[in-house]
């Protein structure tokens, strides 16, 4: 049973999803200013491994992760710079995307401030209709927060003294703790044209917009760095449900800790920040991936040499054990029998996956399942340098495979050790024999030989009477 600590209640609380099946996540994404750096990619690694867990425990997740590209920090830039907005956007997006890539993250859907300024006009028009927002005597528009009584619940922030948004014109709005939703047009400045005049949006209505747009009006996790808890994704919060009329809006609100730099919080005022692209100079992608994705993702995270020192060493260690993996199951012969010491390493070998799920299962903790995996490179290179059994070999490496969907620094050799498990030609006789077996309307067998072959990571595609295959990592 998973359970997941929520930041909107302070306390840990069994997952189950709006949906029964489905799980709908919504991370924030970054701001495209500047080049993305070590500490952006800490919370995008932490939530592809939510993500990751949850689609091995049998769900089916949908990942939203928005990209801001219209900001005061890019006009900015632009400014500062002699360029065009757009300029830095496309700039620091590409940056960002190709971070993604290096580090082995996938996003379902990507969408983007600038490509829906219409809803977004839209979602401002529903809240000052329904008497949540107001329109001030410059056009920008803000959100009334004495309209929302839960205003706080989630920061725990219950004194208006506490409510201070970092915004410009406070003498224009009812009271200072106001957020904006539509910020009137400056000379020089990008904008479109809205019922209140040219402007462009505020920052924390785009995630409330785009997150509803693709996943719902309620949906299951929003997560984000803990540094956005107040006012980020209080004020979303505020406006989301104000505008739709549910409670909770969202579920379960998650959030990662911090990243210290060589023992001080990361700062761009302490001038420790690292880009991404300076770190994958130093270390190698699966390294940091690595380094990233076995660390829990509520704790705060130091980076030290020293850390992904251990992280390197931890990455070479499943490296080797997975080649040893690969080289008995080429080499060994099947056999029907098994030595009392293959039997226990078998059942060794299910006690570590149990505690590896019984982790994950406790608030996604990735470190402690990673002692697991640790655990199971010890047993591969203590049984199987000292007896080349191919059962083991093929259990041993069917657990890897399963751990790796969550680890994801494997891929490639993943796709090696099932070449070695079954040649490319031997594939090709099992789906051609499959293939009689269908025409025969022998589909039980067929469907036998399918399911056997994707637990060993080959994917069959029926096409009518043609099957094509794919290996799956």
């Not at 992280?311 to 009392?340: C, F, G, M, Q, T």
């Not at 751990?403 to 006789?429: C, K, R, T, W």
Request: aromatic fraction near 10%; include cysteine; glycine fraction near 6%.
């Amino acid at each position: 049973m998973l359970r997941v600590y929520n930041t909107l209640s302070r306390s840990y609380e069994v997952f189950e999803p709006v949906e029964p099946g489905v799980v709908k996540m919504y991370v924030c994404g970054p701001t495209v200013y500047d080049y993305t750096h070590v500490g952006h990619v800490r919370t995008y690694v932490a939530f592809d491994v939510v993500k990751r867990y949850l689609r091995l425990a049998g769900y089916d997740v949908i990942h939203v992760q928005n990209i801001t590209d219209i900001d005061d920090k890019i006009i900015r830039r632009a400014q500062r710079e002699g360029r065009d907005w757009r300029e830095i956007a496309d700039t620091y997006t590409k940056d960002y995307l190709e971070a993604l890539e290096a580090l082995n993250i996938s996003i379902d859907i990507h969408p983007r401030v600038t490509e829906h300024i219409g809803e977004i006009i839209e979602f401002i028009e529903l809240l000052i209709e329904k008497g949540h927002a107001y329109v001030a005597e410059s056009g920008s528009v803000y959100f009334d927060v004495d309209t929302y009584l839960d205003y706080g619940k989630l920061s725990n922030r219950k004194d208006r003294e506490l409510w201070g948004q970092e915004e410009e014109f406070i003498h224009e709005k009812k009271n200072p703790y106001d957020f904006a939703l539509w910020k009137a047009a400056k000379p020089g400045e990008p904008s479109w044209e809205s019922p209140w005049g040219r402007g462009r949006p505020g920052w924390h209505i785009e995630c409330s917009v785009m997150s509803t747009k693709y996943l719902g009006n309620q949906f299951d996790i929003h997560g984000g760095g803990s540094d956005l808890i107040f006012p980020h994704h209080e004020n979303e919060i505020a406006q989301s449900e104000a505008a739709l009329g549910v409670k909770p809006w969202v579920k379960y609100w998650l959030h990662t800790g911090m990243l210290d730099i060589r023992g001080q919080k990361m700062s761009k005022s302490l001038g420790n920040i690292i880009p991404m692209k300076e770190m994958l100079k130093k270390w190698r992608k699966e390294v940091v991936r690595l380094w990233l994705a076995t660390a829990h993702y509520r704790k705060r995270v130091a980076f030290t040499d020293d850390a992904l020192s251990q992280a390197e060493s931890n990455y070479k260690r499943l490296v080797n054990a997975i080649s040893l993996v690969k080289k008995v199951l080429k080499e060994a012969e099947p056999s029907h029998r098994l030595s009392d010491k293959g039997v226990k390493a078998l059942r060794e070998m299910e006690r570590i996956r149990r505690g590896f799920y019984e982790s994950m299962n406790d608030d996604f903790n990735a470190s402690a399942a990673f002692s697991y995996v640790y655990e199971l490179t010890t047993l591969i290179f203590k049984h199987l340098e000292n007896r080349a059994e191919h059962s083991v070999a093929l259990r041993a490496f069917t657990l890897l495979k399963e751990f790796n969907q969550v680890l994801g620094v494997l891929d490639s050799h993943i796709q090696e050790a099932v070449y070695a498990i079954m040649p490319e030609e031997l594939l090709s006789v099992i789906v051609d024999v499959r293939g009689v077996l269908r025409a025969r309307r022998d589909y039980e067998l067929a469907d036998w030989i399918r399911d056997r072959l994707a637990k060993l990571g080959v994917k069959l595609l029926d096409e009518g009477e043609k099957t094509r295959w794919i290996l799956e990592v």
